[in-house]
């Protein structure tokens, strides 16, 4: 059964950098899209990007410029960094599976974690 | 980027009643579409992948249908536990786009 589990300070300062990481279990670190997905509280839900086979990754242009995905396979994670935070960065950050299909690309995201709520405040 | 969009934003609904809600996505994305369930403090899950494909473990009930531009997700027989919050999602075109949501609450 795959697993993931987010882990994140919880508050961070505005203009500082958010490092989320995500810790996966029970499948693959290669051969699965690991995203990262975000809510802010009572709104909907933002794609921000995913990493493949450990570095192959892709952003959302709204979030490039200020983005960096990373794994670490020795340790089954992956991880989120994040700079110059405003208070619209606040939200929860999901760490999900979008599942890789036999032709190539990818057609829904099948497994979720928890969520880590990250606050941007002063 | 893909634009999605749901509608009703809300309904109230009694159990044992059948809800539809709409999607809408802003370009032709053949069935490349989605749907969550999401309760209050907890992850989304998936129920309906490339349109109308139901996820592993989701009761009959769920169903989707459309292509193209619009679809539509029907959850028959309303249970109390499917009052939540439904997302479409676009899967046709990076970046990945969700709509705003529909919540289905008690009558």
């Known amino acids: 059964q795959v697993q993931l589990q987010e882990s994140g300070p919880g508050l961070v300062k505005p203009s500082e950098t958010l490092s989320v990481t995500c810790t996966v279990s029970?499948?693959?670190?290669?051969?699965?899209?690991w995203t990262w997905i975000r809510q802010p509280p009572g709104k909907a839900l933002e794609w921000i990007g995913y990493i493949y086979n450990g570095r192959v990754t892709k952003y959302n242009p709204s979030l490039e410029s200020r983005l960096t995905l990373s794994a670490d396979t020795s340790k089954n994670q992956v991880s989120l960094k994040l700079t110059s935070l405003t208070a619209a960065d606040t939200a929860i950050y999901y760490c999900?599976?979008?599942?890789?299909?036999?032709?190539?690309?990818?057609?829904?995201?099948?497994?979720w974690g928890q969520g880590t709520m990250v606050t941007v405040s002063s | 980027d893909i634009q999605m969009t749901q509608s009703p934003s809300s309904v109230s609904a009694s159990v044992g009643d059948t809800v539809s809600i709409t999607c809408r996505a802003s370009q032709d994305i053949s069935t490349w579409l989605a749907w969550y369930q999401q309760k209050p403090g907890q992850a989304p899950k998936l129920l309906i992948y490339v349109a109308s494909t139901l996820q592993s473990g989701v009761p009959s009930r769920f169903s989707g249908s459309g292509s193209g531009t619009e679809f539509t997700l029907t959850i028959s027989s309303l249970r109390p536990e499917d009052f939540a919050t439904y997302y479409c999602q676009q899967a046709h075109t990076f970046p990945r786009t969700f709509g705003p949501g529909t919540k289905v609450d008690l009558k």
């Open positions: 029970g499948d693959s670190m290669d051969s699965s899209y």
């Open positions: 999900a599976r979008d599942r890789a299909l036999i032709r190539g690309g990818t057609d829904a995201f099948d497994v």
